[in-house]
T-cell receptor, first 118, second 113 residues
Framework: EAEVAQSPRYKITEKSQAVAFWCDPI?????LYWYRQILGQGPELLVQ????????DSQLPKDRFSAERLKGVDSTLKIQPAELGDSAMYLC????????????????FGAGSRLTVL | AQSVTQPDIHITVSEGASLELRCNYS??????LFWYVQSPGQGLQLLLK??????LVQGIKGFEAEFKRSQSSFNLRKPSVHWSDAAEYFC???????????FGTGTRLQVTL
């Protein structure tokens, strides 16, 4: 069964350092999502890509977070500088549907990247 | 904007007992509804989904859920819980057309032997 790949699985960093997470969606999936899940809470969307274009980044803290999906395949989420409050699980998901598809949207999630900021 | 409420933060059931996890949603049109399960330190696995048609949907691992439009609910059920079902369960709502999912805060299920 196809999977969404994420790395690293775990990352410990000190505040003010830079950190990056990588995601490789299921082959052929047009839409890619980055969610942040703080311990004890549900996932919250940070950014959504349709191919290489950003569809929704309204909840992305743009002063320190950036995301790219240059060739419309894999994606990188960067935090610089990291803050204590960034400690969370960062989940990547992908879905097959693209612009113009009117049906329902099923997201497949990766195993996540757990970030601890000291 | 859509939203999801899971009123139970934590539920404990005995192995073999039945289970019902509650989910209420808010959305102006017909929603797409999902239940995901998350084991500790892992990503989310899709249990089942409702798009249209039969309001009782079957999922993996013996789970089912019923969509009730009049109550804006999509409760998850299982007739007999196994110890391996202990995990966190998330209800989510989507609006279709490559849209994001909005998740509830989750219900942590503990199973006693």
């Amino acid at each position: 069964e196809a999977e969404v790949a994420q790395s690293p699985r775990y990352k410990i960093t000190e505040k003010s350092q830079a950190v990056a997470f990588w995601c490789d969606p299921i082959s052929g999936h047009a839409t890619l999502y980055w969610y942040r899940q703080i311990l004890g809470q549900g996932p919250e969307l940070l950014v959504q890509f349709q191919d290489e274009s950003v569809v929704d980044d309204s909840q992305l803290p743009k002063d320190r977070f950036s995301a790219e999906r240059l060739k419309g395949v894999d994606s990188t989420l960067k935090i610089q500088p990291a803050e204590l409050g960034d400690s969370a699980m960062y989940l990547c998901a992908s879905s097959l549907v693209g612009t113009g598809y009117s049906g329902a949207n099923v997201l497949t999630f990766g195993a996540g990247s757990r970030l601890t900021v000291l | 904007a859509q939203s999801v409420t899971q009123p139970d933060i934590h539920i404990t059931v005995s192995e073999g007992a039945s289970l019902e996890l509650r989910c209420n949603y808010s959305y102006g049109a017909t929603p797409y509804l999902f239940w995901y399960v998350q084991s500790p330190g892992q990503g989310l696995q899709l249990l089942l989904k409702y798009f249209s048609g039969d309001t009782l949907v079957q999922g993996i691992k013996g789970f089912e859920a019923e969509f009730k439009r009049s109550q804006s609910s999509f409760n998850l059920r299982k007739p007999s819980v196994h110890w391996s079902d202990a995990a966190e369960y998330f209800c989510a709502v989507g609006a279709g057309t490559a849209s994001k999912l909005t998740f509830g805060t989750g219900t942590r299920l503990q199973v006693t032997l």
